[in-house]
């Protein structure tokens, strides 16, 4: 049972180039969520889905898009990554928002 | 603006002792609280949650208690083994969206 699976799990980027981070759970939840990890700072959210088709802003939405074109999928893209990008990236998923949040294991961004 | 604070970030105790967490938070709408535990390289994992119907929820070496007055919570590891040494978020979800606000996280090491 793999839970939540996120790819890739570490990558530089030079500024201005752009990417997608991957994330697939594999528990048929409808709820999933993109977090950025700074020192001292906690999990902040980036965006979020509630079902397939549907994407809402979180707290830190500015210079990322994201896409949930299936249930299983929801995908990050940085339009042209900012030395401020860097940081470790966590998917998340829930079946609905008072369950727990399964996480992936990170992906660790580094923007030069 | 951080509506969950972990004011400790980190805490050392001796293998065998009570290790004891501190939450506070600011949004009297909470009304469910989480904690989740993350080891290094991996993704936070869900340990244990309370609802604000309870002031007590007891796992095993792991039980959170929740002062709704002072609004504050606090999760106990009695005893503490080795391998509780991880950084422990609390979290809740606000009640009128699907966002969960994160503390910025407590380091705990347990010394043998």
């Known amino acids: 049972n793999a839970g939540v699976t996120q790819t890739p799990k570490f990558r530089v980027l030079k500024t201005g180039q752009s990417m997608t981070l991957l994330c697939a759970q594999d528990?048929?939840?409808?709820?999933m969520y993109w977090y950025r990890q700074d020192p001292g700072m906690g999990l902040r959210l980036i965006h979020y889905?509630?079902?397939?088709?549907?994407?809402a802003k979180g707290e830190v939405p500015d210079g990322y898009n994201v896409s949930r074109l299936k249930k299983q999928n929801f995908l990050l893209g940085l339009e042209s990554a900012a030395p401020s990008q860097t940081s470790v990236y966590f998917c998340?998923?829930?079946?609905?928002?008072?369950?727990?949040?399964?996480f992936g294991d990170g992906t660790r961004l580094s923007i030069l | 603006d951080q509506q969950v604070k972990q004011n400790s970030p980190s805490l050392s105790v001796q293998e065998g002792r009570i290790s004891i967490l501190n939450c506070d938070y600011t949004n009297s709408m909470f009304d469910y609280f989480l904690w989740y535990k993350k080891y290094p390289a991996e993704g936070p994992t869900f340990l244990i949650s309370i609802s604000s119907i309870k002031d007590k929820n007891e796992d095993g070496r792991f039980t959170v208690f929740l002062n709704k007055s002072a609004k504050h919570l606090s999760l106990h590891i009695v005893p503490s083994q080795p391998g509780d040494s991880a950084v422990y978020f609390c979290?809740?979800?606000?009640?009128?969206?699907?966002?969960?606000?994160f503390g910025a996280g407590t380091t705990v090491t347990v010394r043998a």
């Open positions: 979290a809740a979800p606000r009640s009128n969206d699907y966002k969960l606000s």
């Open positions: 889905s509630v079902g397939e088709g549907t994407t």
């Open positions: 528990m048929n939840h409808e709820y």
């Open positions: 998340a998923s829930s079946a609905d928002r008072y369950q727990p949040q399964h």
